[in-house]
T-cell receptor
């Protein structure tokens, strides 16, 4: 079975500061890992995904995440926050092909000027 | 490409009434998912289909919930009878195939049960 834990339901940063959103996973098989973003009143959009090709994954809007098997982590980072990054971010995991994505509870990112 | 289309966008109903949520996946996508989002529980998987066949419905809360996918282009999620605790945003998502590719989400249905 797969599960995801997102540490911190709310993260606040200043514009230009580093963004770090934490995600730890549990999986009985090699996992596929994803980060999604949700803007107000919208569905979720894919930021990036890890599928075992490379441990450092680059996504859209300057975000990246690093897969660390020893720490069972897949933290999301961005060097410099923009106001437009304010949204809710979800980490997700899936296992065998054909299975569903299991999402974490989400982290709300606030960016102040 | 119109994306995943959900209807209605908002639904307000009274306790005990039947509610039907609708979803049209992206053409050619073989997998369809229903999720429910609440503040308390986050995004929960309710049920998903591969090639119109329900694969895992263990997330469906109770017998009051049912989902169907009569063909590749349409799915419904029905709640009968509805209760106030069913109030949530219900998302439908589709995926091209069984591989672990990204999900495409609809805009959701905001359900309020009074």
């Amino acid at each position: 079975a797969q599960s995801v834990t997102q540490l911190g339901s709310h993260v606040s940063v200043s514009e230009g500061a580093l963004v770090l959103l934490r995600c730890n996973y549990s999986s009985s098989v090699p996992p596929y890992l994803f980060w999604y973003v949700q803007y107000p009143n919208q569905g979720l959009q894919l930021l990036l995904k890890y599928t075992s090709a490379a441990t450092l994954v680059k996504g859209i809007n300057g975000f990246e995440a690093e897969f660390k098997k020893s720490e069972t982590s897949f933290h999301l980072t961005k060097p410099s926050a923009h106001m437009s990054d304010a949204a809710e971010y979800f980490c997700a995991v899936s296992g065998e092909a054909g299975t569903a994505l299991i999402f974490g509870k989400g982290t709300t990112l606030s960016v102040s000027s | 490409d119109a994306g995943v289309i959900q209807s209605p966008r908002h639904e307000v109903t009274e306790m005990g009434q039947e509610v039907t949520l609708r979803c049209k996946p992206i053409s050619g996508h073989n997998s369809l998912f229903w999720y429910r989002q609440t503040m308390m529980r986050g995004l929960e998987l309710l049920i998903y289909f591969n090639n119109n066949v329900p694969i895992d419905d263990s997330g469906m809360p109770e017998d009051r919930f049912s989902a169907k996918m009569p063909n590749a282009s349409f799915s419904t999620l029905k709640i009968q009878p509805s209760e106030p605790r069913d109030s949530a945003v219900y998302f439908c998502a589709s995926r091209p195939g069984p591989q672990n590719e990204k999900l495409f989400f609809g805009s959701g249905t905001q359900l309020s049960v009074l």
